[in-house]
């Protein structure tokens, strides 16, 4: 049922979330511009989405993202960007200005050339390289709305031959300065899902798109903003993508009044293409900055407490599939440290009489022996159950480690309880078991060989250490399954100093204890 409810949520999203989008009208670009609201813009302080819909990018009402107040007359200075894969001989854009009702003001009275205010600057701006960044300047002195005197609302429209273009709602006072713009207030320490997907692809093709995506925001750090991000895709050759990054603070404050804080980085790599991440408003946008006709289709992300998200509005997030994948130099040093410990304390053992000590306890007593097989098989269980149990140990850099772990777990764990298993029959001397036809033969090559696995299975522990301390989701129960393996290693080289030292001294067989085994019962003889 929840991989039915996944699907449904992804379909609704990519047939009724998905806007299609060419041109967008500038919040502000490099600390210029009018930061003023955007109709069709995600927040007050962000730029506007990319659309085809008409003058206004939508049917949105005057004032739906708040208006700015500017002086009768005012000087323009605006941006407006296409975005890559439109270039054309034929692109240009042109400034619309009208005063109404605000009911009176939507992006229609914009239609078929009319309002159009025919300045230099305003009228016939070259757009023929299809541009993102910088974005094209269109600006003029606005004539003057005669015999005001009280404030009139009005509406301002960038668009191009299309009318392809977006609009500032502004209200117009004969008097009284521009207002002071509010200050943005971004939440940090928050995941961001996407809420909306805007399709930047000429009239006939498709741009692909993000399926499941998180954008974990970090807490701030002099003016640098950790974030750790993610998502599935349908995009050919990048089914999944995981990157982190940082975002700049950026604080401003323009002749306008208008001031706040966004945090961006224009150059996050996703797949072969390079894209924009400004976080304003508590709204972060994704906007490609290649000239290149798009190959993924830009986004809008809303902070997953916010109304955008509510009732599964917003693509499912990436980390709930598991939480995610970091690199810990810190950790992989400290596991470094403590195995070199375990390898020195092995071979203090193997250089003194301990290790003899160790091999003669476990010879004479195959019931101790059997116990202490328990235990390493044990710990290796536990490593692999916990590990295996945790969120994200499939998701980017994890997997590789997370199996190779998972994998040596299930194989100590199968090893050991099978030697256990062994040593059990010869302790309880079940001739009924130790009987049966062949299994003398296997017994006593398993018990003759064990030494040698046992070192075998220590390398691979030693291994599976490093690698998932250094490569894990940090989850309790990942840094639980680490120790455990930890442990297990230990045990594995505790169980090996004696054949080893047998091996480098010559003054024991290193399967003394298995010839042991196998003669000192009868029914383990071949």
Known sequence: MRAAAYIVNVLFFVVVGTVRGHVKLRYSYDNAGPNWPIRNAPSAQADGAFSTSGPCGGNAAWGANGFATISNGATLDLRISYNGGHQSNNNAFHLAFHCDDEANLGQDIFRSGAHTVNKAGCTAIAATDSRVNPPYTVGCELDRVQDLSSEVSCTISVMDQREWGGCYDVRITPDTPPAAGAGSDSKLNQMYLVSDTVTTTPSGTECCSFQTASIDVGSESGTQVSVSAGGTTNCAGLSEWASTFTLTKDEFSYTNGASGTRYYNDAVTVGNESFGFNLINSVLTQTNQGTAQPVMCDHVFSASDSSACAGDLCLPSFFALGEPCSSNDGALGGTIVAILAVLVFGGALVATGFSEMIDSKLEQSPLLHAAFRFLQGFLALIAFAAYASSDGTDVGSCADPSAFLIATGVLIW?????????????????????????????????????????LFFCLFALIACCAAAYQNPETEETKGAVAAMFFCLIFLVIGVVGPVRGAIFGDSKPSSSAAKSTTSHGAFQA
Do not use: K, N, P
Not at 431 to 454: H, K, N
């Open 414 to 454: 199968l090893y050991t309880w099978t030697v256990m298993f062994v040593h059990l029959v010869e302790a309880c001397g079940c001739a009924s078991i130790s009987g049966v036809a062949g299994y003398g033969a296997c017994s006593g090559v398993l018990i003759r060989f064990a030494w040698a696995i046992d």
